[in-house]
Every structure is written in C-alpha cells, then in structure tokens.
C-alpha cells in the first residue's frame, strides 16, 4: 500500500488531493515531503468569513508538519492560493490540516497533546523531534478547544484549595469538581486572595452556584466570606486534612519549646529525634517509632497530653448524627481549655468558633470525600514535577487543565497514540 493510499484512508480532505511523495533533498536527516494540491477546478474558503471565492493568486509553497512516520518527519507541502472574496476583499485561503498560520497540521498539534499527558513537554519535544514551544502551542490549542466546550451541567460539588507554586509565597487557587460521578479540576485562579476566589463564581456564574449542595474548603477567611455569600445554599463542609493539620503544628510547637526548655534546664533531651512519633498516625508508626512513643507516652510531659488530646479528637470522625458529634466536641474544647497547653487552646478556640461548619462534616458524610481535594492536589504537585516546574502562569495553568481538567476531544478518524 502507498503512502498516498494510507493518508487518503485516515487523512483525507474534501477539495484537496496528495500527489507526490519525495524525499527532501535539502537536509541530511530522512524527511518525506508530501505534495497537497487543490482539486482541479475547485474554489478556496476565504479565512474571513468561510465562503468560497475564486483564486487570486498562488503563494510560495509552506510546509506544515505532520504525524511523524516510522520515526521518520513528515511535512504536507502546499502553495497557499490568495481568495478574492466580495465579502473580505483578497485573503489567504483556509485549509482544513491547519489553523491560521500555523506551522504544523492539526492532527500533529493533538498528537503531541495527548503525549505530553504522559511525558513531559521536554521529552515529548524530543521524542518527536519538534521543539519544546511546538509542543507548548499544541497543548495551549488543545487546552482553548477543550474549555470553550467544557460541560458544566451537573456540577454538585466543588472542593476549594491553593498551593505554592514557586518561591516567593506565589499561590495558585484551584477548584475542583467533588462530585461522586466526576472527579476533575474546573477553575484555576493566579494569587490567594478574596479577589480570586470572586473570579471563579463570576466565571462559574451565579445561576449555577445557587445550584451547588456541597463546597469543601480550608478555614480561610476569605474563602468562607465569599462561599457564604455567593452559594449560600450549599453545605459548607470544612476539609478534615486541614483541621487536622492545626493540630499537628499544635503539637510539634509545644515539642519544639519544651524540648527548649528540658536543654536550658540542662535535663535528659528525652525528646530529641520524635518529631514524627508525635506527628504521624499510630497505624504509620515504624517498630522503632511505636516503640519510642510507648515509652515516652508514660512521662508527664506538655507534648504527651498534646498528642493524647489529638488523638482522642480523632473519635470525633466516627461519629454518624451532628447532635452527639456537636456534644463531644463541646467536652473536648472544655478539656482542652483547662489544659493550659496554649498551641492546643488555640486549636480548641478555632474549631469553637467554626463549630456550625465543623458539623456540616455531618450532613455531607457518605455524599463527598474531602479527601478527593488532597489527593487532586497531589496529581498537581505530580505534574509540576515531571516538568521540573514552571516559570509562567500561563505555563503551568495549561498543563494542570491539559492532565487534570477531563477536558472534552473532537472526534478522530484515525487515533495515531
């Protein structure tokens, strides 16, 4: 079978033929330079307005690059014709392989997109023998087409979060969608301010906000003023991983000064290595770990009630009605106010004062897993990591839609990866 053959079964356009296949003489490397000529008598689309017009002139030749055959680059070779059109005056012709005046076909720009989903752009480049910005424009096409189409009907739940990007305290807030039916990331706003998270119901707008049941998010200020104000008839569920979180800084504070203190008092450094026995679960615990916290757990120490008070919040979870959960956690904030561990009092201040929200817990448990929120974040932390980071917004907000936004395809005739 041809060459020719082939592309007209995966590869064919209406009004265009492929004539010769050469290779090309001007380079070392083996290229195959494939000769795409206009059906005899037929008339251009004009790039403007699409209607069809007669020729005006035929340019120079321009090659776009295409699907790379057997490891071998391909270009389509073709004299763009300039349209007369009535409408637009005289243009340059639209061909269906390609956009604009872009230098490689369409199908080129989505094969390299669908493979930086699972190499880095770096690698992807290399592997094809493009370079890095070709692959960066592809991602970006894919990306624009995929969101100017995204389906946003359905959508029950969002989970709110923000994480550094680069140094310099530069943050990235991301929205998710929760929903038990889909998991993807909807909305990527630059900073971590009041401002941004405005950003996102504005785009998200306001018809479909007042249709949310459940939003997760971390006690931050401005997410809860906003999310309060803009999806008032949500359930406001605060994230577990972030309240438990309070309370391991608690506890490695309290560590840290009495570890202080034990050396100024010139005492035994009982506590020395045992940051992680105090921080991590019981059922993480290395042998010498576990083995290390029993012994210490015996001693009278501000860190050993810490740990006693975290863990024993931890029943709190287990609980199925917000009426008896609320009641424990009244007892709990009572104790750990009389404890006079300060680190700890000022955890027990905070959930005491989101106590509404905290129970909410409640109400959505069996409908949304928090959890969903860290582990998307994880998937983002993934993707940096694979490209070594980003330099630029823009950048980082493509690969992060591009692998986790479960943006939408066109159809293919052929399926090159």
């Known amino acids: 079978m041809q060459i020719k053959a082939i592309l007209n079964s995966i590869e064919k356009h209406k009004g265009f033929v492929y004539t010769d296949v050469v290779w090309d003489p001007s380079v070392a490397d083996k290229t195959l330079l494939i000769d795409v000529r206009p059906r005899s008598g037929s008339r251009g689309y004009c790039s403007g307005c699409g209607e069809r017009s007669r020729t005006y002139d035929t340019m120079k030749p321009r090659r776009f690059q295409f699907v790379p055959l057997w490891g071998i680059i391909v270009f389509f ?20 392989w390609a956009d604009g005046k872009k230098r490689i076909t369409k199908t080129f720009g989505w094969f390299l997109a669908t493979w930086a989903k699972r190499l880095s752009w770096k690698d992807t480049a290399e592997a094809f023998q493009t370079s890095w910005d070709t692959v960066f424009r592809a991602v970006e096409c894919a990306v624009d087409w995929g969101r100017a189409r995204i389906d946003l009907s359905g959508v029950t739940a969002i989970g709110v979060d923000e994480i550094m990007w680069r140094r310099g305290h530069e943050y990235l807030t991301l929205v998710y969608q929760i929903d038990s039916r889909c998991k993807r990331l909807l909305w990527i706003g630059q900073h971590r301010s009041e401002e941004t998270i405005k950003s996102f119901f504005t785009w998200f707008t306001p018809e479909r906000a007042m249709k949310l049941q459940y939003i997760c998010s971390d006690m931050w200020k401005p997410y809860l003023k906003v999310i309060a104000k803009r999806a008032s008839s949500a359930i406001h569920v605060l994230d577990r991983f972030h309240i438990m979180a309070h309370f391991s800084k608690a506890i490695d504070e309290v560590r840290a000064d009495e570890v202080r203190k034990l050396k100024e008092a010139g005492k035994e450094p009982i506590l020395k290595g045992s940051r992680w026995c105090w921080l991590k679960r019981p059922e993480n615990l290395t042998k010498n770990q576990e083995a290390t916290l029993a012994d210490l757990v015996r001693m009278n120490l501000k860190t050993v009630k810490s740990y006693l008070l975290k863990e024993d919040f931890q029943n709190f979870w287990e609980y199925t009605y917000p009426g008896a959960a609320g009641r424990f956690l009244d007892r709990w904030c009572f104790r750990t106010m009389r404890s006079k561990i300060e680190p700890m009092k000022k955890v027990a201040k905070m959930l005491r004062n989101h106590r509404e929200l905290l129970l909410n817990w409640f109400h959505a448990k069996g409908e949304i897993s928090a959890g969903v929120v860290e582990g998307m974040n994880n998937k983002v932390k993934v993707t940096t990591r694979k490209a070594y980071g ?10 992060l839609y591009h692998n986790l936004g479960g943006l939408p395809e066109p159809d293919f005739t052929h399926r090159f990866c």
């Open 77 to 96: 070779v073709y004299a763009m014709r300039r349209i007369d059109c009535k409408a637009c005056g005289v243009t340059v012709e639209m061909v269906p």
């Open 390 to 399: 980003f330099r630029s917004y823009r950048a980082i907000s493509l690969a």
